[in-house]
């Protein structure tokens, strides 16, 4: 079973933490083994990181892209 | 005194005559001759010298025109010397400040690419210190304000953009 890894704010609630689990297994077809990491720098949204297949939601990375885009 | 005998008349009349007439033989051949001699040679002496002087005096006056003709022609030289220079001077003149004005709008226009360039440069700076802050500020705002709803919703589209949820099962 491979690993999936979420990195979310300590806001995001359970039901939508498993709601996530169990989209992505869905989605892909296969069990995972999930571990959370809380992290409250993203703000909101999360991180996904299947043994290094990275989706970026969080509302950082947005911020990031934004800002980028602001200063060229 | 003899008394004047008058049967002898013609004969020293005669002989005046005659000796009058020898009188002017000799002098005719041996002064009148020679003095004519000499005042000839001296006239013509005369005459050579005023045709020298004749002849001088027009050498003079030709070497005076060629000297007046090549006086007016190094005159002439001058003053065409003096307007070549003159000339040469003021086109150099010309050519010195063309060059000089060709680099003051040289500067002139390299200093107003610069001021455009740090124009630019500075509203460039000033647009993405604008944006930092914003972004900044959004963040610490989005810090306060972020819901559980917001990152159910976030989870939604998520989810619906891998194709994985149907419509019975959104986030509560």
Known sequence: MRTAIITAPRGLSDATYKALCDGIERARGESFAFQRVDDDALLGGF??????????????????RLRVHLSE | MEGFDIAKLPLDLLINLLNIFLLYLIVRRFVYKPVRKFLDARTARVAAAAAEADKKSAEAGRLKSEYEALLADSQARAREVILQGRKKAEEEAAAVLADARKEADGQFRDAAERIAAEHEASVKAMNKEIAALAV?????????????????????????GSGALSARETVK
Request: charge should be negative.
């Open chain 2, 136 to 160: 900044d500020i959004s963040e610490k705002l989005l810090a306060r304000e972020i819901t559980e709803r917001d990152n159910a919703r976030i989870a939604e589209e998520f989810l619906a």
């Open chain 1, 47 to 64: 991180v996904i990181n299947i043994e290094g297949e990275v989706q970026d939601r969080s509302i950082l990375s947005q911020l990031k």
